[in-house]
């Protein structure tokens, strides 16, 4: 009996792949037995990454159209298929208050958080699953659904990631389950202005008691590409230790 996270035989696209939450579902994905093929801008790491998963890579920016196409063109090429795509470079810049926010970085942000996640899928649909089917995940985040200070660009234009994950899931079915991921807080380098200074603080205040690990969201986003959830999609996966639940543990 063959388990049903088992990915041998397919081909993955894992955007951000070189560190961080990216770099964990790279892994679990490679573990599972999927090939797969990263891209993230340092070519050091993505040569790096590619090497240590056995896998191919091609150091860019997801926010380059041009390279969207490039990298697809580079999974087919390799592994002759892309039956998985997650969204997840991203950036959570520009910081502060809207009123403030300087429109060119604005939408330098959409173009990363947003419009890449899209063309990326375009690519995978035009060569390889519209005609055989896949799976893709955005990896979003909690505060999506949440007002922040400072954080108003990164949390609009994850937003903006939940209604896209919904209406790609709407329009490509049953061909392609499209979902989404939300992490809570997790131990990586973009975070690290927040876990940094506060985490035992903030680790006391969730429900289970920790931050979040990248292999954390990695689980959850095997499980959403694997066969294991084929009735899925259109749905958005809170990893969070239970952020959004209120504290109501009764301590004795
Ligand atoms: N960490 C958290 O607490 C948290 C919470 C909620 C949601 N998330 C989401 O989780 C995802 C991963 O974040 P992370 O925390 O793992 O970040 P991270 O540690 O900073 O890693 C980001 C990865 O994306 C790559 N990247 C960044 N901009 C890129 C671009 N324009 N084109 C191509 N690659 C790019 C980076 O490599 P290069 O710098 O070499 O390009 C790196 O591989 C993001 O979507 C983020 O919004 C994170």
Same mark, same amino acid.
């Given at each position: 009996?063959?388990?049903?996270?088992?990915?041998?035989?397919?081909?993955?696209?894992?955007?951000?792949?070189?560190?961080?939450?990216?770099?964990?579902?790279?892994?679990?994905?490679?573990?599972?037995?999927?090939?797969?093929?990263?891209?993230?801008?340092?070519? =050091?790491?993505?040569?790096?990454?590619?090497?240590?998963? =056995?896998?191919?890579?091609?150091?860019?920016?997801?926010?380059?159209?041009?390279?969207?196409?490039?990298?697809?063109?580079?999974?087919?090429?390799?592994?002759?298929?892309?039956?998985?795509?997650?969204?997840?470079?991203?950036?959570?810049?520009?910081? #502060?208050?809207?009123?403030?926010?300087?429109?060119?970085?604005?939408? *330098?942000?959409?173009?990363?958080?947003?419009?890449?996640?899209?063309?990326?899928?375009?690519?995978?649909?035009?060569? $390889?699953?519209? *005609?055989? #089917?896949?799976?893709?995940?955005?990896?979003?985040?909690?505060?999506?659904?949440?007002?922040?200070?400072?954080?108003?660009?990164?949390?609009?234009?994850?937003?903006?990631?939940?209604?896209?994950?919904?209406?790609?899931?709407?329009?490509?079915?049953?061909?392609?389950?499209?979902?989404?991921?939300?992490?809570?807080?997790?131990?990586?380098?973009?975070?690290?202005?927040? $876990? *940094?200074?506060?985490?035992?603080?903030?680790?006391?205040?969730?429900?289970?008691?920790?931050?979040?690990?990248? *292999?954390?969201?990695?689980?959850?986003?095997?499980?959403?590409?694997?066969?294991?959830?084929?009735?899925?999609?259109?749905?958005?996966?809170?990893?969070?230790?239970?952020?959004?639940?209120?504290?109501?543990?009764?301590?004795?």
């Amino acid at each position: 009996m063959t388990s049903s996270y088992d990915l041998k035989g397919r081909a993955a696209i894992v955007t951000g792949g070189t560190r961080g939450i990216g770099y964990a579902v790279a892994g679990e994905l490679a573990a599972a037995g999927a090939r797969v093929c990263v891209t993230a801008r340092d070519p =050091d790491d993505v040569r790096r990454t590619a090497a240590c998963l =056995d896998g191919v890579g091609l150091a860019g920016s997801v926010a380059d159209p041009d390279h969207l196409r490039r990298l697809t063109d580079l999974a087919l090429d390799e592994f002759g298929r892309v039956d998985i795509v997650v969204n997840n470079a991203a950036t959570n810049q520009p910081y #502060g208050p809207l009123m403030d926010i300087d429109p060119q970085e604005w939408g *330098e942000a959409f173009a990363v958080n947003v419009e890449a996640p899209l063309r990326l899928v375009q690519c995978a649909w035009r060569g $390889w699953m519209a *005609e055989h #089917g896949g799976s893709v995940v955005n990896i979003c985040t909690e505060g999506a659904r949440h007002v922040g200070p400072r954080i108003g660009a990164y949390n609009t234009s994850k937003a903006a990631l939940l209604h896209l994950t919904g209406q790609l899931a709407g329009e490509l079915a049953p061909r392609v389950r499209v979902n989404s991921v939300s992490p809570g807080l997790v131990r990586t380098e973009m975070a690290r202005f927040v $876990w *940094e200074p506060g985490e035992t603080e903030i680790a006391s205040g969730l429900p289970l008691g920790r931050i979040g690990e990248p *292999e954390d969201v990695a689980r959850a986003v095997l499980w959403l590409c694997s066969d294991a959830a084929e009735w899925i999609t259109g749905a958005d996966l809170l990893v969070d230790g239970g952020t959004n639940v209120r504290r109501a543990r009764i301590t004795p």
